[in-house]
């Protein structure tokens, strides 16, 4: 079983910058591929970035690729999400997410984090 925190969101100017950061608890961190999904009011959860459980692969949503960075550190337990270039559409609660499979991490992820708000000002 694994625990995730989200940290680093925040209020920012479009063009901008923010990084956001995932605790996981556990000692099995290493195993789980992670990634990170997003939602705003009314609509679903989107998929917006996935890193394996070595690092070694990456994979990102049309709307984000170019522009995020997704990475870890697995000797901190920490994921994390670079996001550049921010845009107003980037708005909304951005959701840390584990999983053991690579299929389900994009789609539907076994353990959420609580989530964390980024706002974007025009």
């Known amino acids: 079983q694994v625990q995730l925190v989200e940290s680093g969101g925040g209020l920012v100017q479009a063009g901008g910058s923010l990084r956001l950061s995932c605790a996981a608890s556990?000692?099995?961190?290493?195993?789980?591929?992670m990634g990170w999904f997003r939602q705003t009011p009314g609509k679903e959860r989107e998929f917006v970035a996935r890193i394996t459980w070595n690092g070694g692969s990456t994979y990102y949503s049309d709307s984000v690729k170019g522009r995020f960075t997704i990475s870890r550190d697995n000797a901190k337990n920490t994921v994390y999400l670079q996001m550049d270039s921010l845009k107003p559409e980037d708005t909304a609660v951005y959701y840390c997410?584990?999983?053991?499979?690579?299929?389900?991490?994009?789609?539907?992820?076994?353990?959420w984090g609580q989530g964390t708000q980024v706002t974007v000002s025009s």
């Open positions: 997410v584990a999983d053991t499979s690579l299929v389900r991490i994009t789609n539907t992820p076994y353990y």
């Open positions: 556990g000692r099995t961190f290493g195993t789980y591929h």
